[in-house]
């Protein structure tokens, strides 16, 4: 069984779950009542909120707040002060928290620093968020989303490299040869070498 690491000046409220072999930052704030899966790695002076759900091997990196409505699948990464909202219209004198709404990132995404991501929305599988990009709309799986506003500029392979297709839809990943197919606007993995 693989140690849970907790630095001294990380908070972790009761009820909240971790995972075996997770690692958790200096200044860190883990609420009460959320869950972090096994083996992920939590920056320094992140803030995960009540109801949270971190699946496995996620890597959080410093100052990122992950606020109620926030779900990661399983083996996403999240840049340097990436920035989460839970609102779409929030007023200091109004309360709101009725009306959180939910922001899925599937599994194997990726989110570059200081990337904003508007609630409502679900990131697809593999999606890679350019640092910086301001996204506001769902995204399809591998889709690489770039700029303010994000814009979708291409497609990427689960191992976070550019894929070029040829005329029949067909293209393949420069480190681990998968093989994908873009087909009516989607992409999918074809071979899992």
């Known amino acids: 069984m693989q140690q ?113 991501i508007i609630c409502g929305i679900t990131l697809g599988e593999y999606a890679f968020i350019g640092a910086g990009a301001v996204v506001t709309k769902s995204t399809p799986p591998y889709a690489l989303v770039t700029g303010n506003p994000g814009r979708q500029v291409g497609w990427m392979s689960a191992y976070g490299h550019r894929l070029h297709f040829d005329e029949n839809g067909k293209g393949i990943c420069a480190e681990s040869n998968q093989e994908y197919l873009l087909k009516n606007g989607v992409v999918e993995r074809v071979s899992k070498t």
């Open 4 to 116: 849970i690491f907790i630095h001294d000046t990380a908070v972790v409220g009761t009820g909240s779950t971790i995972g075996e072999g997770t690692k958790i930052w200096h200044f860190s704030h883990i609420m009460s009542g959320c869950t972090v899966g096994k083996n992920c790695t939590i920056g320094q002076n992140v803030f995960i909120a009540s109801n949270v759900h971190i699946g496995n091997r996620v890597k959080i990196q410093n100052n990122v707040s992950l606020y109620e409505g926030v779900s990661c699948e399983d083996e996403v990464f999240i840049g340097p002060s990436a920035v989460f909202t839970n609102v779409i219209n929030p007023r200091s004198s109004v309360s709101r928290k009725h009306e959180y709404m939910p922001t899925i990132l599937k599994k194997g995404v990726s989110i570059g620093a200081n990337a904003t």
